[in-house]
């Protein structure tokens, strides 16, 4: 069975474009995010790539509304962020969580606090969990879940929403080939069905596989902003340049 369309491929945004403007996080100090600039809008999926400790969660995690930045603002479809919108943006963790329950309770759970019915949990579950290639699993504790399947199920469960736009931190991180492949082919079908998707990524050949454009961050700031094939044929900043050639950025 197809999945559903997501709202903004059928015409109505409640999170696009999402925009921040002059975000700034400081802690001890010292600024984590210095003064972003970014818009995300229309469709295809944006990494936000660059080298460990450079802000790529804290900036995902602002821009989802789930942390408030010291200065300047997030706005969805042009207004603040406001707990009614959202069930339009979902969001998976590093590390998932779960809860203490099946695989297919999981994904229920999710539909069920998005305001739809039991019957639809039902029917948006079971067509997750086939999506995932989980269904033989939806009877499993999600807890004793393998890593990869635990992975697959997070993204599972956010995707049964049918959100506009989907946030995604390092969701391959420390998984084997076969798992990230898994994993990678569920990002591309949610991207064809039309959900917009945000990755987080320090790993430089799955941002070239997977993105449409990068932002690049180094040092709590955007120094780079553009589509894929400009970004790794003529990356515009020293930083973008080192890290391609696989130094720490200065």
């Known amino acids: 069975m197809a999945r559903p369309t997501p709202t903004a491929a059928r ?44 802000g790529k969660t804290l900036l995902l995690r602002v821009l989802a509304g789930l942390l408030t930045a010291d200065r300047g603002r997030v706005l969805w479809a042009g207004r603040r962020p406001d707990r009614t919108r959202f069930p339009h943006l979902g969001f998976v963790f590093q590390r998932p969580i779960l809860l203490r329950r099946s695989a297919r309770a999981n994904v229920r759970y999710a539909v069920r606090a998005a305001g739809r ?11 997750a969990l086939a999506e995932a290639g989980l269904d033989h699993l939806s009877d499993a504790p999600a807890r004793v879940l393998s890593g990869g399947e635990q992975r697959r199920l997070a993204i599972a469960r956010a995707l049964a929403v049918e959100p506009e ?23 591309e079908q949610a991207r064809t069905h039309g959900t917009r998707i945000v990755l987080v990524s320090h790993d430089i ?28 044929t003529a990356p515009q900043s020293a930083a973008a340049e080192a890290f391609l050639a696989g130094r720490i950025p200065l």
């Open 117 to 127: 019915s039991r019957a639809e949990s039902r029917r948006r579950a079971a067509r």
């Open 205 to 232: 050949a799955q941002a070239r596989r997977l993105s449409d454009e990068i932002a690049f961050l180094h040092r709590g700031r955007i120094v780079e902003h553009g589509t894929v094939h400009s970004f790794f």
């Open 11 to 54: 015409g109505k945004q409640v999170i696009l474009p999402l925009v921040g403007e002059g975000i700034v996080v400081a802690r001890g100090g010292r600024k984590l995010l210095d003064d972003i600039d970014v818009e995300i809008d229309g469709h295809g999926l944006t990494t936000i790539l660059g080298p460990n400790g450079a």
């Open 165 to 187: 736009v989907l946030f995604l931190d390092e969701p391959c991180a420390n998984l084997d080939p076969a798992s990230m492949a898994a994993v990678e082919g569920m990002i």
